[in-house]
């Protein structure tokens, strides 16, 4: 039956929308054709009763997206950051969905507490307060710590909100299936791995241990960070469904008006939330993954502090320097060497014009430099980039999709705290400092260094190597071949041997 209640709890989506009149809204902001929406609108109304009502008191787009789950909230979040691409009224609304979504009782979430930490509520926090701040997931309370009087903030998941997320990605799996059989030309997007993907974060984020975990990782990495703060975790105070951090005073992101009465340069603040967020994925190779304005203070002092660390991201060391090559390219607006770093990655397929696809790259980059950000329209450069990517054959790379998700989210954070930002300048000097770390003449030698080390290891195996693929030559069946082959592997080995020997012979220099 999983089939026709997925089917069910699409169309229910669609009802929602309409019947709260959010359907109206998404449509303008989306600048839909006006014969697109008229069919839309039309074909809709009939099912309009089966849809959620919500709350009246939110703005439409928000009352649907409260009322439908989640994992929908979660999408909500993501688009409250770009302005540029639903407008911004839509995304003013949206951001009351980032921390300021409906509570469970105090009651249920102290129930929850005692029930995870196995001990009274009182035993462990001498003070308790109401929610402070409720988002999809969880929603967090004001505390102290009996034992020590240390304020601190405890996350508490929404009760049932396992059962709530398996219903969403469920019917999200539905439509990526429906999606990849009615229209092949998408599936090089490959929706169900991008579904499958999501899923596997979100559900990460139903197990607090795993995010405190993530916590204290990124709090390590960045402890030497100049005005950045990670709160610290009180794991003795924490489980699978609750966690306690340290208490963090700041304003939200969001609040532009209490940041500008506090005399913060927003201009600065813009600029570091987006270094910081580069700085991490080259550098450390982990990043937090949901960086939006809910997730985000400033201090009195301009210190960021950042929050809800249940996604966070990984990219190994390779695809740093890719991803950092492709950044500095783009940068140099050498779209040539842009384009040979997607081959050589195995990103386009070999069969294509590095040329072509380095004038496509061009056209897509060139419209950006000697721009503010208040002239380029982010709908139309993901459009034309969505076109290029398509003419040559590229696939949706899984391992990349969270970065690219935050990094349009920071560019949406940055961009409304100072409209006139312009990325690539800002990211300028990050990148170039990875390259000329990660990629320069000192990076060769420790990349040789370790290399040496390796074949060190292996470096008395040799000889008994080499004598292994000489015996096995020798039992060739023709005389000749045999011969050949034996001096070619006699040679390779040799040479390999003398080779790893001279490398062990340095390294231990």
């Known amino acids: 039956m999983r089939g026709p209640h997925n ?6 989506t669609g009802a929602t929308f309409e019947r709260s009149g959010a359907m109206g809204e998404v449509l303008r902001a989306m600048e839909a054709p006006p014969l697109v929406a008229a069919v839309t609108r039309v074909l809709g109304w009939p099912f309009r009763w089966l849809g959620y009502r919500g709350d009246p008191s939110l703005p439409p787009v928000t009352r649907a997206l409260t009322e439908l789950g989640p994992a929908y ?36 979430a102290r129930a929850e507490v005692a029930r995870e930490l196995g001990r009274p509520v009182e035993e462990v926090f001498s003070e308790f307060s109401g929610p402070v701040a409720a988002a999809s997931l969880a929603q967090v309370h004001h505390a102290r710590l009996a034992e020590t009087g240390e304020e601190v903030a405890v996350k508490v998941l929404r009760p049932g909100i396992e059962r709530a997320c398996r219903r969403d990605t469920d019917a999200f799996r539905f439509a990526a299936r429906m999606i990849e059989g009615l229209m092949p030309g998408v599936r090089r997007l490959r929706p169900i791995d991008v579904v499958e993907h999501f899923e596997s974060v979100l559900f990460a984020e139903l197990d607090l241990r795993l995010e405190s975990a993530a916590a204290s990782e990124f709090a390590a990495n960045t402890e030497d ?9 009180k794991w003795n105070a924490s489980g699978r469904r609750v966690m306690t951090l340290g208490w963090a005073e700041g304003i939200g992101l969001a609040d532009l008006a209490a940041i500008d009465a506090a005399g913060i340069d927003r201009k600065a603040l813009a600029e570091r939330v987006l270094q910081l967020f580069l700085m991490h994925a080259l550098r450390d190779g982990y990043f937090h993954g949901d960086m939006h304005q809910g997730n985000l203070k400033v201090a009195p002092d301009g210190t960021l502090i950042a929050f809800d660390f249940g996604i966070m991201g990984r990219i190994d060391d390779y695809t740093r320097r890719v991803y950092a090559e492709i950044l500095f390219g783009f940068i140099r607006r050498d779209y040539r060497r842009v384009a040979e770093v997607h081959f050589e990655a195995g990103y386009v397929p070999a069969d294509r014009e590095v040329d072509e696809f380095a004038r496509a790259l061009r056209a897509v980059g060139e419209p950006i430099f000697g721009m503010d950000a208040t002239h380029i329209s ?5 459009s034309y980039l969505f076109e290029v990517t398509e003419r040559f054959g590229m696939q949706t790379r899984t391992e990349l999709i969270l970065l690219q998700r935050t990094m349009v989210v920071v560019e949406g ?3 409304s705290l100072d409209p ?5 300048q800002v990211a300028r000097p990050v990148v170039e400092d990875y390259i000329k770390e990660e990629l320069g003449p000192k990076a060769m030698l420790r990349d040789l260094a370790a290399t040496a080390r390796v074949l060190a290891r292996f470096g008395p195996r040799l000889p008994a190597l080499a004598e292994e693929a000489l015996q096995r030559t020798a ?12 001096q070619r592997v006699a040679w390779a080995a040799i040479g390999a041997a003398g080779a790893a020997v001279l490398i062990w012979v340095v390294a231990l220099i």
């Open 225 to 233: 960070d100049p005005l950045f703060r990670v709160p610290r975790v």
């Open 73 to 108: 909230i979660k999408f909500g979040q993501i688009l409250s950051t770009r302005p540029d691409v639903v407008g911004e009224d839509l995304a003013r609304q949206l951001q009351v969905l980032q921390d300021k979504l409906p509570p469970f009782p105090t009651e249920v």
């Open 7 to 12: 089917l069910l709890r699409l169309i229910r």
């Open 413 to 415: 954070v940055a961009r």
């Open 420 to 424: 006139h930002i312009n990325i690539w």
């Open 475 to 486: 039992r060739a069946e023709d005389e000749a071949e045999r011969l050949d082959a034996g």
């Open 378 to 382: 982010m709908g139309r450069l993901l």
